[in-house]
């Protein structure tokens, strides 16, 4: 079993910026993709970004240019920076590691824009 383990979320006004990070509890299998989700009440989960084991990165429209996913394998650490920052930014933010068919999630961070 993998927990994961979000941090960094906050309160910030737009404009701002804030870092999100997500610790795997052990090392998995490299071939792994880690990535950000979010949901905002009343919305569906949605994707934010996603990165494979070798760096390899994908963005929602909405999110490109202003955020920016990375890792750190021999942390097993996914990060999620966060630049200009809107308030329809505002959701709970999750982390997902998936290895084949097989998904963990974390317990969810929340963010909060003020406008």
């Known amino acids: 079993q993998v927990q994961l383990a979000e941090s960094g979320g906050g309160l910030v006004q737009a404009g701002g910026s804030l870092r999100l990070s997500c610790a795997a509890s052990?090392?998995?299998?490299?071939?792994?993709?880690m990535g950000w989700y979010r949901q905002a009440p009343g919305k569906q989960r949605e994707l934010v970004a996603v990165?494979?084991?070798?760096?390899?990165?994908n963005y929602a429209e909405s999110v490109k240019g202003r955020f920016t996913i990375s890792r750190d394998n021999a942390k097993n650490t996914v990060y999620l920076q966060m630049n200009s920052l809107k308030p329809e930014d505002t959701a709970v933010y999750y982390c997902?590691?998936?290895?084949?068919?097989?998904?963990?999630w974390g317990q969810g961070t929340q963010v909060t824009v003020s406008s």
């Open positions: 997902k590691m998936a290895v084949g068919t097989t998904v963990w």
């Open positions: 990165i494979s084991s070798g760096g390899s990165t």
């Open positions: 052990r090392r998995v299998f490299s071939g792994n993709v």
